[in-house]
């Protein structure tokens, strides 16, 4: 298959994008590490829809709706996590009602599942969890029963990893998504900087797939993963090679499926 051919099977439709805010003053502060972009980024690479940005906001309300009215106006998705929960500073519900211009109210299905899940143990902090904006449809939290909302294009969710990752999966199947995309990796001991020109030329045959290249250092040794993504498998496939080829050409030994390090960078 030639270059040109697998661009072409390679390109469809432009697929749907995605954006993420994540609200809390304990990501900002490092407190707290979010856990929660990179599982979403992946269901949502599944689902066919690619995540194009992602924001960290305060839990404050002016921040919230600026980053949620920008946001939703660019992209096909935005989720949000975090600040949907019992306590004062969880504000999320109330700023999306702001930015869409309706009241905020206690939603009636919500409510009734909370009575249900706690019985005679709710009380008026949890029944803060029943609110949404004015016309929201609730997303099920088969976790712990408190439910996410979706309103228009925006889908609001818990910032526990666990019933973060609950939610998105029960909204998934009634996502509007598209072709879902796929991955190769090889990594090599080999430098970024000895790799940047021949990928260079790679990637200016393929431009219709993503390649990218990521340096580790781990049990004494440099070298990087070079990461192909895109919907057509043949294109893939071909890149790889290419890659593969290219590694060998150099005196490395290239080691396929490896993923990259977190350490420092190379050069």
């Not at 969880?90 to 009241?103: E, L, Q, W």
Request: proline share 6%.
């Amino acid at each position: 298959m030639t270059p040109a051919t697998a661009e072409t099977a390679d390109r469809s439709a432009t697929p749907p994008t995605a954006a993420l805010i994540i609200i809390g003053n304990e990501i900002l502060s490092g407190r707290t590490q979010d856990a929660n972009a990179k599982p979403l980024a992946e269901r949502l690479g599944t689902l066919g829809v690619r995540l194009r940005e992602i924001r960290v906001v305060p839990d404050e309300a002016e921040a919230i709706i600026a980053a949620v009215n920008t946001l939703r106006k660019q992209y096909d998705h935005l989720f949000t996590t975090g600040g949907i929960g019992p306590t004062h500073d969880d504000i999320t519900a109330a700023a999306i009602a702001r930015a869409f211009g309706v009241p905020l109210i206690r939603h009636p299905e919500a409510v009734a599942i909370l009575n249900a899940h706690y019985g005679g143990a709710v009380t008026e902090s949890r029944l803060k969890m029943a609110e949404t904006p004015e016309g929201a449809s609730l997303i099920d939290n088969p976790v712990s029963a408190a439910p996410g909302f979706r309103m228009g294009n925006v889908y609001v969710l818990a910032g526990v990893p666990s019933i973060m990752r609950a939610m998105l999966e029960s909204l998934s199947a009634g996502l509007d998504g598209g072709t879902p995309l796929l991955s190769r990796s090889v990594s090599a001991s080999a430098r970024e900087g000895e790799v940047a020109a021949p990928l260079a030329a790679i990637q200016e045959r393929w431009p219709h797939v993503d390649l990218g290249s990521y340096p580790w250092a781990r049990g004494g040794r440099l070298g990087t993963t070079l990461v192909v993504r895109g919907t057509d498998t043949a294109a893939l496939d071909a890149v790889i090679a290419e890659v593969d080829a290219m590694l060998r050409d150099q005196g490395h030994e290239p080691e396929r499926g490896e993923s990259a390090g977190e350490e420092e960078r190379s050069a």
